[in-house]
């Protein structure tokens, strides 16, 4: 009679190795179809650029999102707006939110899909079944449930929202949201403060100087 040991090693080994396959599997089919580019609103060659790192659960990102839209608005084409990931640690949906918006934005919906985020922060952020709320939501923008799913879950998805962390944290992020005025730290001490520093920027571009402002 052989060995039960040896047996038993065996299917342990077999089950490991077919786990690890099937891990592979999963996350090859998961980042089928994903690629990458910048969340970008107003004009992308403009000479006056906003950068903001912000998280998705963060009640102070959302309360400042009408003056970034107000801000883009009102200076269109003088403006380049992005927006980059920085979930925080404390808050423990922040990065499958960050998540779910890269996975809208696979189909075109980033910002769309941020601003119900924000819109919906305080239903989803203490609720039990968040992710099955950013489903719906995915559902009410009309996006490929599956291809979301799938989205939601790739490793490239997490790598990207990792490298924007990695990047913020080089360059003196530790909030959010934290904004960048042409590569400078923007110090704000209002909401007023933060719309009065960018129309500067842009007058002071619009004159054709050198523009140094958010120090």
Same mark, same amino acid.
């Given at each position: ?21 099937? $891990?592979? @599997? =999963? ?5 089928? *179809?994903?690629? /990458?580019?910048?969340?970008? #609103?107003?004009? &992308? %060659? ?51 939110? $960050?998540? @779910? =918006? ?5 189909? *075109?919906?980033? /910002?769309?899909?941020?601003? #119900?985020?924000? &819109? %919906? ?61 042409? *590569? ?32």
């Amino acid at each position: 009679m052989k060995n039960p040991w040896v047996i038993i090693l065996l299917l342990v080994v077999v089950l490991i190795g077919g786990s690890v396959w099937y $891990a592979k @599997a =999963a996350d090859v089919r998961n980042n089928e *179809g994903v690629t /990458f580019s910048p969340h970008l #609103k107003g004009n &992308a %060659e403009a000479v006056v650029s906003l950068v903001e790192f912000s998280d998705f659960q963060c009640p102070a990102c959302a309360a400042f999102l009408p003056y970034v839209e107000e801000v883009v608005a009102q200076h269109g084409d003088a403006i380049s707006f992005e927006y980059k990931h920085f979930p925080l640690p404390m808050h423990a949906l922040a990065e499958p939110a $960050a998540r @779910a =918006a890269e996975a809208a934005g696979q189909q *075109g919906k980033f /910002f769309e899909y941020g601003e #119900k985020l924000f &819109a %919906e922060q305080a239903v989803w952020s203490t609720n039990p079944n968040a992710l099955g709320l950013f489903v719906r939501y995915a559902e009410e923008l009309g996006l490929d449930i599956d291809i979301f799913k799938r989205h939601m879950s790739a490793s490239l998805v997490r790598e990207k929202i990792r490298s924007e962390m990695t990047e913020g944290r080089e360059k003196g992020v530790t909030g959010t949201p934290t904004f960048f005025l042409n *590569g400078q730290r923007m110090q704000i001490t209002s909401y007023e403060d933060f719309k009065a520093q960018i129309e500067a920027a842009v007058l002071t571009s619009q004159k054709g100087e050198t523009v140094q402002f958010g120090i």
